[in-house]
């Protein structure tokens, strides 16, 4: 079980800042900017590249609720950066896809 699966189970008592039957966000363990949040399918998809066309409704809901997010935490009139890492050499460290929307702070590119 991934600690993602563990947050949404409601075992560490974490905050959701959107919740619904197919996605919870929170705000990230070790935020990277300001607001960081992260948006977390409830079932569990190991990464981006195992997407398939069934995926594309939960990949668009994702994204609508990383819209959302941003605009609860105010930071969308501003901009913002989604990510989403895949695999190892992408720097996914947990095995479930999730998305971070990150802002309140210039974001620089290439990122470092």
């Known amino acids: 079980m991934t600690i993602f699966e563990r947050v949404i189970a409601g075992e560490f008592g974490t905050k959701f800042l959107y919740e619904d039957d197919t996605v919870v966000a929170f705000r990230d363990m070790n935020p990277q900017a300001p607001v960081h949040a992260l948006v977390v399918p409830r079932r569990?998809?190991?990464?981006?590249?195992?997407a398939t066309p069934e995926s594309e409704a939960l990949l668009g809901h994702v994204l609508a609720v990383a819209a959302e997010v941003a605009r609860r935490e105010g930071i969308a009139g501003g901009?913002?950066?989604?990510?989403?890492?895949?695999?190892?050499n992408g720097g996914q460290t947990v095995p479930h896809l999730h998305?971070?929307?990150?802002?309140a702070r210039p974001m620089a590119w290439p990122p470092g």
Request: proline share 5%; hydrophobic share 40%; aromatic share 4%.
């Open 44 to 50: 569990a998809l190991p990464g981006i590249s195992h």
């Open 79 to 88: 901009g913002y950066r989604l990510v989403i890492n895949d695999g190892t």
């Open 99 to 103: 998305v971070h929307v990150l802002g």
